[in-house]
Structures are given as C-alpha cells and as structure tokens.
Nanobody
Framework: QVQLVESGGGLVQPGGSLRLSCAAS????????TGWYRQAPGKQRELVAT???????NYADSVKGRFTISRDNAKNTVYLQMNSLKPEDTAVYYC?????????WGQGTQVTVSS
C-alpha cells in the first residue's frame, strides 16, 4: 500500500524560508508527475508546483521566483523549497504523486506565515 508522508511545515515569519518533503513508501510505479498543492481556510485547493518525470516544472504565478520544486527518484521523494514567504502562503500543503493508473495524496502539512 502506498503512503505519502509529508514533513517540514511549521510557523515562519514573513520573508523566511521552509523546505517541505514528501516521501512515498510502498510500491509505486510509472510516476508521471509529482507536485504540491495547498488549501487555505475557506478556499479551494490550488496547484503550487509540479514536476514531471522528464523534469519539466510548472509553478503557480503567485509562487514563481520564490518556490522551487525538486525530486529524488531514488528516494521517491519530492521537495518544495519555499523562500520569501508571505502571509498569503499560509495554508495546508499537500503532496501528490500521479502515476499512469491513479493519483496519491499526502495527509497535508500546515504552513503558517505570521509575525
């Protein structure tokens, strides 16, 4: 059974940085893409960043130039480096692994940007 375990969330001041990690355990094959999504209170879940098996990346306009997605295939792990954080980045962040068969989601990790 595949499980995604996220870590790295927390409380940070505006302008600060955090690095999120998401490790997939279990048998997961034919990964097409991995990514990060977020959901703020009262809002819909939105895409933050994705990276394909061919290393093509895509970012939401709101995070371009501040966030960087990367992955370690050997560890089945995806990362999100978040710099210059703003209060509007506050949300629960979810990782996603998409295979040719289905998509898997992590349980979410809270990121709070506040002074």
């Amino acid at each position: 059974q595949v499980q995604l375990v996220e870590s790295g969330g927390g409380l940070v001041q505006p302008g600060g940085s955090l690095r999120l990690s998401c490790a997939a355990s279990g048998s997961i094959f034919r990964i097409r893409a991995t990514g990060w999504y977020r959901q703020a209170p009262g809002k819909q879940r939105e895409l933050v960043a994705t990276i394909t098996s061919g290393d093509s990346t895509n970012y939401a306009d709101s995070v371009k130039g501040r966030f960087t997605i990367s992955r370690d295939n050997a560890k089945n792990t995806v990362y999100l480096q978040m710099n210059s954080l703003k209060p509007e980045d506050t949300a629960v962040y979810y990782c996603n692994f998409r295979t040719t068969v289905r998509a898997y989601w992590g349980q979410g990790t809270q990121v709070t940007v506040s002074s």
